[in-house]
Nanobody, 119 residues
Framework: QVHMEESGGGLVQAGGSLRLSCAAS????????MGWFRQAPGKEREFVAA????????YYADSVKGRFTCSRDNAKNTVYLQMNSLKPEDTAVYYC????????????WGQGTQVTVSS
């Protein structure tokens, strides 16, 4: 079993920054991709960003490209999401997720952390 735990959410004014962290633990942990998703009230969960664990290649939703940066620390089994120039529409619960092997979807999820951006 793999446990994912997010931290770093909070309340910030528009234009501000937050850094989310997600630490993965468990004897069976492996990662092909680690991803960030978000869900705003009344909306479906949507993809935000992902990082390929092996080489650090990153992928972003168009809505966050240029503002958010995803990075990782392999030694700590931790993935980060640096969020800059935050907008009220970024308000959501943010989840990290682990895709353990190639061809496997996001199998393990964290409990989520709330990000609220005030105007």
């Amino acid at each position: 079993q793999v446990h994912m735990e997010e931290s770093g959410g909070g309340l910030v004014q528009a234009g501000g920054s937050l850094r989310l962290s997600c630490a993965a633990s468990g004897r069976t942990f492996s990662a092909n991709f680690m991803g960030w998703f978000r869900q705003a009230p009344g909306k479906e969960r949507e993809f935000v960003a992902a990082i390929r664990w092996s080489d650090g290649s990153t992928y972003y939703a168009d809505s966050v490209k240029g503002r958010f940066t995803c990075s990782r620390d392999n030694a700590k089994n931790t993935v980060y999401l640096q969020m800059n120039s935050l907008k009220p529409e970024d308000t959501a619960v943010y989840y990290c997720a682990n895709s353990p092997t190639s061809g496997t979807g996001y199998k393990y999820w964290g409990q989520g952390t709330q990000v609220t951006v005030s105007s």
